[in-house]
């Protein structure tokens, strides 16, 4: 039917890695420069001059999709491993090659870090507010379908446990994850005939988590669901709507009672709606795990940007940057940050007498992988470490 769009408003990652999703005054640029026959090598770096709300550290995602971005193109590039906690002012990764060879692709590269890590970094302040308590990532329903496994994997590397959409989970290898939707029990008729089905359904793989606030008050169908499905049942699921909330720790506080009561002190409490890494340190001492979404998909970006720091191997900055090619450490004991010159032939120390790390690894040469990319389970343990070392600003 005329008039009906036939295409979902999106690009191909040929449009992206050639160029077409820029902003037009690279595409000036590379003009300019090829008319004057100007071709210089530069140095490029990615940092944040500051970080959002009262974020004290953030987490590096999006590396992967970048080096997937320059494949085939001539150019070195350096990084922090992804996964990599830091602060602002901290080179994250960098770029040395003709400028023109690169310039088209300085929107595509600021936005599969800004957001990515922005994400990743949400689900690692979740992650220390949960302590070691589960948390899924709901984030995929919030944003456009396309980046559901970019919004999946960066929160499954900032900390989740586990994604709720198939595909997200399928690139990551691992089993999606959650509950029975509402629609089912309204349609059935019955929460008792819903958690039944589900159970003779699914697979014994499938942990059975059902949510009990359809129809009736939440300590009611809590018990429903207990004696539907005694020790088969995991844990009940509290989505409960803002205007039938109240005080919302009190409900799940009389849920674990009557559950209790019973001795179904086994059978866990999940929570969902609008939960972020606030209202998760609330509601801590009530409950065993947690379904995030909006606050992972709308997370803050990070507001990295990209700059020359050098051309033709003489440092050059604009007014408000630090030229120059530089080398990043980390203390191994106190995971202090330390950014120095490459021409200091000095090793830097710190004041706790830890080891320093290098931490600015070459990643690409001339298009070339220098090195295999770790998986995002190898990329999640590592944030987990660092995490260990945190702490929140709430």
Known sequence: MEGRAKNFFIVSEKDVKSGKTTDVYFKKTVEI?????????????????????????????????????FSNLRANIQILPEGTIFKEEIPVLEIVGEYAEFAM????????????????????????????????????????????????????????????TIKSAEILQEKPQGTIPHSLILILGSQEEAFRLFHETE??????????????????????????????LFAVWLDTPDSRR???????????????????NNIKIFVSGGLDEYSIQRLGSVVDGYGVGTALSNAPVINFSMDI????????????KM???????????????KVVSRKNDLL????????????????????????????????????????ENMKLKL
């Open 33 to 69: 420069l090829q008319k004057a026959k100007c071709s210089k090598q530069v140095r490029a770096e990615v940092r944040a001059s500051s970080l959002p709300e009262n974020y004290s550290w953030a987490v590096l995602s999006g590396i992967e999709e970048v080096i997937c971005l």
């Open 105 to 164: 692709l300085e929107t595509a590269i600021l936005g599969l870090l800004c957001q990515s890590s922005g994400i990743a970094t949400k689900a690692a302040r979740c992650r220390v507010a949960a302590g070691n308590k589960t948390i899924l990532s709901l984030g995929a329903r919030r944003m456009h379908p396309i980046i559901a496994p970019m919004i999946d994997r960066s929160a499954f590397i900032g900390g989740c446990d586990g994604v709720s």
């Open 203 to 232: 697979p014994s793989t499938i942990k059975r988590i059902v949510p009990i606030d359809t129809l009736g008050d939440e300590k009611f169908e809590a018990i429903k669901a207990a004696q539907t499905l005694g020790n088969d």
């Open 246 to 264: 109240g005080d919302f720790k009190r409900i799940i506080e009389e849920v674990r009672w009557e559950l209790n009561l019973r001795d179904f």
């Open 309 to 320: 720091v050098e051309i033709n191997g003489i440092p050059i900055a604009k007014r408000g």
């Open 323 to 337: 030229s120059g090619s530089k080398a990043v450490y980390r203390c191994t004991n106190c995971y202090q940050i």
């Open 348 to 387: 830097p120390s710190c004041s706790c007498n830890g080891r320093l790390q290098q931490l600015f690894l070459p990643i690409m040469t001339d298009g070339r992988l220098e090195r295999q990319l770790p998986s995002p389970q190898d990329i999640r343990t590592y944030v987990l470490r660092q995490l």
